[in-house]
């Protein structure tokens, strides 16, 4: 049975998916690192594949733009399809010092001037954070594979082009490493249908330094996130 926004069958999507912002950037993650992709959905654009990694099943859906997209895909995902796991590859931007474009972040924690959950427990400042195991994995492979990884606090904005610069100014002096749209809302989802969830984010854009990378690098710059992402949420071999 087809979701609203979701047209792959039951079945047709693995227990693990990989979850960048982008359409293009799933299409290259599904061509580039699974085996055997094949396209399970496209409702609206928004391109879903299936194919397997190291004989693994495992997915990848792009969530578009923003926390109201993301929870949609997010939600359909946990409730229909029987997926328990979703890591978001996705970038932003960098907010600290000496965090070359390129750094990989692992959001431990999201803050957010998000409403979208905001009634969830009247009087209550939700805080949204990753599922620990995954958070563990993904720094268990980034030592092992000796690869850069900055863990910390990210703020995900529902403002892409921010009227008050000095939000980001403010948070990045309490120490939040990098801005970007869902991976609040993506943690908000996983507690409340109870999946595990990780934001891993390739920072794209330096706002200390004003430097920018072009789209094609936007869709293209994901090797070391997906990389990581895989590492975290596949299933421990078989031996
Ligand atoms: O590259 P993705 O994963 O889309 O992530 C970032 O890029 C988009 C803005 O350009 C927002 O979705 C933001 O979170
Ligand atoms: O949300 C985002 C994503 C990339 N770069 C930014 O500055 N913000």
């Given at each position: 049975m087809a979701t609203p926004h979701i047209s792959a069958e039951?079945?047709?999507?693995?227990?693990v998916v990989l979850m960048p912002g982008d359409p293009r950037r799933a299409q290259r993650i599904a061509d580039e690192l699974f085996d055997d992709a094949r396209l399970v959905t496209e409702v609206r654009g928004i391109l879903g594949f299936t194919g397997t990694f190291q004989g693994t099943p495992v997915s990848v859906l792009a969530s578009g733009m923003g926390g109201p997209s993301i929870a949609i895909y997010a939600t359909e995902l946990a409730r229909f399809?029987?997926?328990t796991r979703i890591v978001r590859v996705g970038t932003a931007g960098g907010l600290?010092?000496?965090?070359?474009?390129g750094t990989v972040v692992a959001a431990s924690v999201a803050h957010t001037?998000?409403?979208?959950?905001?009634?969830?427990?009247?009087g209550v400042a939700l805080s949204a954070a990753p599922a620990f195991s995954l958070l563990r994995a993904a720094v268990e492979a980034a030592e092992r594979d000796a690869v850069a990884l900055r863990v910390g606090a990210v703020f995900s904005s529902?403002?892409?082009?921010?009227?008050?610069?000095t939000v980001t100014g403010k948070l990045a002096v309490l120490g939040t490493l990098a801005v970007e749209m869902e991976a609040a809302t993506l943690y908000a989802v996983g507690a409340k249908e109870g999946i595990e969830t990780l934001a891993l984010v390739t920072v794209t854009d330096d706002l200390t330094t004003g430097e920018h990378l072009p789209a094609l690098d936007r869709e293209t710059g994901f090797g070391t996130a997906a990389q990581l992402a895989l590492a975290a949420s596949m299933p421990p071999p078989v031996s």
């Open positions: 039951p079945g047709d999507i693995a227990p399809y029987g997926v600290q010092p000496a965090m070359p474009l001037d998000s409403a979208m959950t905001a009634g969830w427990v009247p529902d403002t892409f082009y921010a009227d008050d610069p």
